[in-house]
């Protein structure tokens, strides 16, 4: 015996369109397959709360669902035919439905009843009726990195079996990565497929959770030491410069990355520094550069103050 619809969405019969689709909302985000990637029993739950909002969610099918129950599919049919109130109610002046189509306590006819109406002829058309061609639907969604970082909600329109349109609300989950296909099953009829494209971020390079960003340092405090501001997810942080450091070393700010999804872990911030030669120098200036140059004369040309610069990599939490 099918489900309540009601009941597979935790509400009354008389809970208004907010609260079905509040409940709706709640169930999917507790049965979603990228939430129970192991669990079948979760995943065949959804597919069910998924059927039932797309009945009691939708006001037309609702008012269907109402009157004639687990038979609202075939509701036209049995308003053409003067169906009754409610599955199996009275109508038409009292007449019962099962009685009128063989059921009830006169002779019963060969077909079988009132549920033999729409599969008669050997039972062909109860088969298809049962086992309908699924309709497969495939798209992208694009995201920012940001909206990686906290997850986002997206609502896509689909086409329908009935040629309507069918609005979906989608959970694009926190620590998406890029390529990661989100499967919706809204009923037992439609299979959407979404593959998630995470928009390139001018301030950061992606490598899993873990992030990496370049970050310019004037020469004079790579030489003496300072500070310098790193960008992160959630604004700009001070990261201390030591004296010395050469062009290109890394430094890790540990938890300042990404999400990992389905994990309460977070990855790591990588700063790179890019040492910054000055463009024009002042005649004083070029002066003590000259200065500091014959100071530093007799020294190997590689260790000239303004010669290349090292790369290295260190971690600071």
Known sequence: ???????????????????????????????????????????????????AYEVVGD??????????????????????????????GAGMGGFNLNDLFGGGGGQRASGGGFA???GGMGGQARQQHQQPQT?????T????????????????????????????????PRG???????????????????????????????????LRADIGVPLLDAILGGEAEVPTMTGRIALNIPAGTQNGRSFKIKGRGLPKMNSDETGDLYATVKVRLPDTLS????????????????TPEGDDLVGHFERGEEDTE
């Open 283 to 298: 005649e004083e200036e070029q002066k003590l550069y000259s200065q500091l140059r014959e100071i530093r004369n007799g």
């Open 1 to 51: 015996m099918a489900q309540n619809y009601y009941d597979l969405l935790g509400v009354n019969k008389s809970a208004s369109d907010k609260e079905i689709k509040t409940a709706y909302r709640r169930m999917a985000r507790k049965l979603h397959p990228d939430v129970n990637p192991d669990d079948d029993r979760a995943q065949e739950q959804f597919k069910k709360v998924n059927e």
């Open 141 to 172: 969604i694009d995201v920012s990195l940001d909206e990686v970082f906290t997850g986002a909600t997206r609502r896509i329109s689909i086409g329908t079996n009935r040629g309507g349109k069918k609005n979906l609300e989608v959970e694009v």
């Open 59 to 88: 006001p037309a099918r609702r008012k269907d669902y109402d009157q004639y129950g687990d038979n609202w599919k075939h509701a036209d049919q049995m308003r053409n035919m003067g169906g009754g109130r409610g599955p199996g």
């Open 116 to 118: 033999d109406m729409f």
């Open 176 to 210: 998406v990565p890029d390529g990661r296909k989100i499967r919706l099953r809204p009923d037992s009829q439609t299979e959407v497929t979404l593959t998630v494209n995470v928009r390139s971020d001018k301030r950061f390079s992606r490598e899993g959770a873990n």
């Open 135 to 139: 309709m497969k639907h495939k798209g």
